[in-house]
């Protein structure tokens, strides 16, 4: 079993005393060492900038064309940090706890702490980059709530914070790129990693415009490629999202942690018809003041303004009180599917629940009539100041909204379901984000470490940049002081050639297949049988038969697909056939993992597992472990780090 | 809201890469639900025309929901389509009516080079972002969030200009293909703030600069971009730039 390399002593000051004790790379050594940085998200863009101000040599890639669009950059509502600013009795060990209890007590308490301790940095170094929060008058930093917390501590910018976020980031890297450190490569994308010895030392990428196969070297590799939710066809991620780079790593020797954990976001736009090609999401944040209900009667056609009172069931806050529409998101989702599947739901497909800001706009209309002082004011002018009140807040998701659905949110509630948007599962990685191959590191989304078996909203901007900020450049060097005097490895190394000619090969292979379905309508049926059977309820039977399609899909993938053009050029067909073709095989993973865990736990919800009222029956006596699998010849053989709680004591998951 | 099938007629660039001779191609989509995006709609085209043995149309996208800025196209004679504050993605079928000829061309623009029929190369706003379009702080060196207060005001105005997505419809909606509108959004999401006082004046002259470099026009008001800007960048920035620029000219020991 690998070690997970967590550092002796007391919870609190594991990660002070690692960073004193850490070993360091001088100055003059660090310009000798290069280091290649795959994904410019959160994770990637501040791993790049850290680092190449730093002073180390970095090579960055991203397939989009510049590393600005990276999909962090839909981040919408917000990023958790432990300030307190609010004096309503949040901390650091607060933050920690939440975010453990939230992640179902599946998350390493070590990695949880540290990320909580430096959350507090990031907020710093985000404003001091020109990261424009939002403000109160009083020219400080404004907070709001976010899902499974009772405190304010999520700092935004309006209902885009994660572009804000990656803009700070990208800036700081594309200084280090003027200034030489950081050399980018756009519209490129890893196809394999290259193992010298046992140690990861370079990259295999493909130039998405001229199709050239190129090889490049580095002392080490950082994947920081986000998630895998687009195994599902229709998520929230960005078309181009995709678990390639993980997933030739995993074919390398690298651990693939709890594959099983997806998180489906409870508000989404719901699907408007087969045509969809993608999901929208509307941010956690108009929790803070949308409600969420179904009309008590089952197949009500009433439109919703119709509905009376009494007549709806705002059924999260008669379940939870205590978090009522605030409950975190794979409690959320579950009960909204359950109303739907019991015949509330609305809209023409019935697979959707209202999020009504109607109280919400006379609370704020009110508020606004006092604050200015306006006496008596009619019913038609206090609805007025509170819908501009809600357009302040939230008026770019309202834009949103309107341009897909055609309605307007300020006058009829918002339809929403649930939608894949994240994935807690990742490549396996130790406390210093290295993961079972020597050398690779992983960072962000794309690995498994801090979010257990569900996230917490506003904690993925705070990892991506906790990882890549304050992490990384203290636990790389640790490796790199050993590099110190190893010269660079030509690219003409057996080990280079040998993994470009796979690469060639399986690119060969993938365009002499000449048959007649297309790309899409593969991916389309593999994120349809995901959906179905690994999606927000699993049982046995249905992972079982899930396992059968998803083989039979991929023998049929490989002896149908067609794609047009060439290699040697511009082919997105053929850039989506190698990802369809890792999908395929890392959903057969989640199914095995989903099947071989049996209980439920946060977002992984097995049927067959469950109280009496409805909620995730954990089984820690049998489960209580990170699942690691390692990959060998199309199978895959499971290890198990065990979790050991010394500080959280783990219960039934309550939002009451 | 009513929903509705269409039948359409496309007119689409096609040009096979950088280098070649490109021209306008005709096509005829059926039964389009107006509930579709504009970018579903190509979807549906391409599946065709794989189905058919062709070659589909190469276009940038990713994020679809209006915020990596990936998307481009000019329809009908407008950057990112008929609808005003709205990405090429977001645009849904609804805007359009059955029958309709829809003519699809790449963002043009000597600085942003096509590189397959609707995909061109923005890699010159990169450069322009390296020549100084960033707050010069290295990682770790920051005082507390709250340790410097900013007005309210100028934190928004500063995020209304940092809402700029850099899809480059400023430069395809401009006679001159200037980039003066992102430019000058940039210049003024740092200049606002107090973190970005002190590179104020050298920020604006290298940025400045390294866009006259990459080839784009010069500005001369005509607002074009602001009316197709999908976020509704204000040309208020343009003047800001300006007078940044202006006051950075005297400064010339800097």
Redesign the interface.
């Known amino acids: 079993m690998p070690d997970a390399k967590i550092p002796a002593g007391p919870l609190e000051t594991k990660w002070t005393k690692y960073k004193s004790s850490v070993r360091l790379v001088n100055p003059s050594n660090k310009r000798k060492i290069e280091v290649i940085v795959v994904g410019t998200g959160l994770a990637g863009a501040?791993a790049a900038?850290?680092l190449g101000?730093l002073g180390y040599k970095v090579k960055a890639f991203c397939y989009?064309?510049?590393?600005?669009?990276?999909?962090s950059?839909?981040a919408q509502g917000g990023i958790n940090a432990a300030?307190n600013?609010q004096n309503d009795g949040d901390s650091v060990y607060r933050l920690f706890y939440d975010t453990i209890k939230g992640g179902d007590y599946r998350a390493r308490e070590a990695n949880v702490y540290r990320l909580a301790e430096v959350s507090n940095?990031i907020?710093?170094?985000?404003?001091?980059?020109?990261v424009?929060?939002?403000?109160?008058?009083?020219?400080?930093?404004s907070n709001r709530s976010f899902g499974g917390t009772q405190v304010q501590r999520t700092?935004y910018?309006?209902g885009?914070t994660?572009?804000?976020l990656l803009?700070g980031a990208?800036?700081?890297m594309?200084?280090q790129?003027?200034l030489g450190t950081v050399e980018?490569f756009?519209r490129h994308e890893m196809l394999e990693v290259v193992v010298i010895d046992g140690k990861a030392r370079g990259i295999i990428t493909r130039d998405l415009?001229t199709g050239k196969v190129e090889r490049h070297f580095g002392h080490a590799v950082l994947l920081c490629t986000g998630g895998y939710g687009n195994v599902f066809y229709l998520s929230?991620n960005?078309?181009?999202c995709n678990v390639t780079a993980a997933w030739k790593a995993h074919r390398q020797g690298a651990y693939f942690a709890n594959p099983c954990f997806t998180q489906i976001h409870p508000t989404c736009i719901p699907v408007?018809?087969d045509?969809?090609?993608?999901l929208?999401?509307m941010s956690e944040s108009l929790r803070n003041d949308g409600r969420i209900w179904v009309p008590k009667k089952q197949g009500d056609n009433r439109i919703a303004t119709e509905i009376p009172e009494d007549e709806r069931d705002y059924f999260l806050e008669r379940r939870y009180p205590a978090f009522g529409n605030l409950v975190p998101r794979d409690v959320a989702s579950r009960a909204a599917k359950e109303r739907c599947d019991a015949g509330h739901g609305v809209g023409t497909s019935k697979q959707a629940v209202f999020l009504d800001f109607a109280d919400a706009i006379q609370r704020y209309g009110k508020a606004e009539v006092s604050k200015r002082n306006l006496g008596q004011v009619d019913a038609v002018s206090v609805t007025q100041l509170g819908k501009e009140v809600i357009k302040e807040k939230y008026g770019n998701l309202f834009?949103?909204y309107e341009?897909?659905?055609?309605?307007n949110p300020y006058v009829v509630p918002m339809r929403i379901y649930p939608a894949v948007h994240y994935t807690m599962g990742g490549l396996w990685v130790d406390y210093e984000l290295m993961t079972t191959v020597t050398g690779l590191y992983c960072l962000g989304e794309a690995n498994f470490s801090e979010h257990g078996a569900n996230r917490l909203g506003a904690s993925a901007l705070m990892q991506g940049l906790a990882d890549g900020?304050?992490v990384i450049?203290y636990t790389i060097g640790n490796y790199l002081a050993d590099e110190v005097g190893k010269s660079h490895i030509s690219i003409d190394h057996p080990g280079f050639m040998e993994a470009e000619k796979k690469v060639s090969k399986h690119l060969a292979e993938l365009m002499k297949i000449n048959g007649?379905q297309?790309v899409?309508?593969f991916h389309k049926r593999l994120g349809k049988i995901m959906w179905d059977k690994c999606g927000m309820a699993r049982n046995a039977e249905g992972l079982k038969q899930a396992i059968q399609e998803i083989r039979a899909l991929k023998k049929e993938f490989w002896s149908d697909l067609?794609i047009?053009?060439k290699i040697d050029?511009?082919n997105?067909?053929l850039d989506k056939a190698g990802r369809v073709a890792d999908f395929l095989e890392l959903g057969e993973l989640m199914c095995i993992d989903a099947l071989e865990r049996n209980e439920s736990c946060g977002g992984h919800f097995r049927e067959e597992y469950q109280t009496s009222e409805g909620e995730a029956l954990r089984d820690d006596a049998g489960y209580m472990h990170v699942a690691q699998w390692e990959y060998f010849h199309d199978q895959w053989k499971l290890h198990k780090e065990p979790l050991n709680y010394e500080v959280v004591k783990p219960s039934q998951r309550s939002y009451k | 809201m009513q929903h509705y099938n269409m039948d359409l007629t496309l007119k689409v660039w096609r040009q096979q890469n950088r280098n070649a001779q490109g021209g306008f191609e005709t096509y005829q989509v059926k039964d389009i639900s107006s509930e579709m995006s504009f970018l579903e709609m190509i979807d549906v085209l391409n599946e065709k025309l794989i189905h058919e043995g062709g070659d589909p149309i190469a276009f940038d996208h990713d994020c679809r929901e209006g915020i990596c800025g990936t998307c481009s196209m000019v329809i009908d004679g407008r950057p990112h389509g008929p609808w005003k504050g709205t990405t090429t993605c977001q645009l849904h079928m609804r805007a359009f009516k059955n029958g309709e000829t829809i003519v699809i061309e790449p963002f043009r623009a000597n600085s942003f080079p096509v590189l397959k029929d609707l995909v061109v190369d923005r890699k010159a706003f990169d450069r322009i972002i390296q020549a100084g379009g960033f707050i010069s702080v290295n990682t770790g060196n920051a005082v507390d969030g709250n340790a410097i207060p900013i007005d309210k005001d100028d934190a928004d105005n500063s995020f209304a200009a940092a809402s700029c997505i850099g899809c480059g419809a400023c430069v395809a909606a401009c006679k001159n293909s200037s980039a003066m509108l992102f430019v000058s959004a940039k210049v003024s999401h740092l200049a606002l703030l107090p973190q970005g006082a002190p590179e104020k004046s050298t920020r604006v002259a290298a940025m400045v600069d390294q866009m006259d470099k990459e080839g784009f026009g010069s500005c001369t008001n005509t607002y074009a971009c602001e009316a197709e800007c999908p976020k509704e960048i204000s040309v208020m920035n343009i003047a800001r730039l300006n007078r940044e620029y202006l006051a950075s000219s005297f400064n010339a020991d800097k």
């Open positions: 501040s900038a850290s101000e989009q064309d510049s590393p600005r669009r990276a999909h950059i839909a300030k600013y940095n907020i710093d170094q985000c404003v001091a980059q020109g424009p929060f939002a403000r109160e008058y009083g020219g400080l930093l700092f910018a309006a885009q994660g572009q804000q803009i990208y800036q700081a594309e200084r790129v003027a980018m756009s415009v929230t960005a078309m181009g408007s018809g045509h969809q090609s993608k929208t999401l834009d949103m341009k897909i659905t055609g309605e900020y304050f450049p007649k297309s899409e309508s067609r047009p053009g050029e511009m997105p067909e």
